[in-house]
């Protein structure tokens, strides 16, 4: 018997408008988040080295990584600043939506 694996149901979901408009309304935040999970991987570090180095909690964050807030630019650059990563914010044009 095949497992079912959480892409093979973003795949399925993503056919039904109501989910494909919803999850794209979302994909900045997703990709912010992935972003910073992926800088404090590349440093070799845990949430609690990170939280160290900008005297915060674990807790702290796991809530930024998670996406469930807006970080502000400060927030963000002493992520980058623990994470030995240089913060970088663009405009780019957006794609056309179909």
Same mark, same amino acid.
């Given at each position: 018997?095949?497992?079912?694996? =959480?892409?093979? +149901?973003?795949?399925?979901?993503?056919?039904? /408008?109501?989910?494909?408009?919803?999850?794209?309304? +979302? !994909?900045?935040?997703? &990709?912010? &988040?992935?972003?910073?999970? !992926?800088?404090?991987?590349?440093?070799?570090?845990?949430?609690?080295? =990170?939280?160290?180095?900008?005297?915060?909690?674990?807790? =702290?964050?796991?809530?930024?990584?998670?996406?469930? &807030?807006? /970080?502000?630019?400060?927030?963000?650059?002493?992520?980058?600043?623990?994470?030995?990563?240089?913060?970088?914010? &663009?405009? !780019? /044009?957006? !794609?056309?939506?179909?």
């Amino acid at each position: 018997m095949k497992r079912t694996t =959480v892409d093979d +149901l973003h795949k399925k979901w993503m056919k039904n /408008p109501k989910y494909r408009r919803e999850y794209q309304a +979302l !994909e900045e935040e997703f &990709s912010l &988040s992935a972003a910073m999970i !992926e800088a404090r991987a590349r440093a070799g570090l845990t949430q609690e080295q =990170v939280a160290q180095r900008m005297q915060t909690t674990q807790a =702290v964050i796991a809530r930024l990584e998670g996406g469930g &807030s807006r /970080p502000s630019t400060r927030t963000l650059e002493k992520y980058a600043k623990a994470t030995g990563t240089q913060l970088k914010i &663009s405009f !780019e /044009p957006k !794609e056309a939506r179909h």
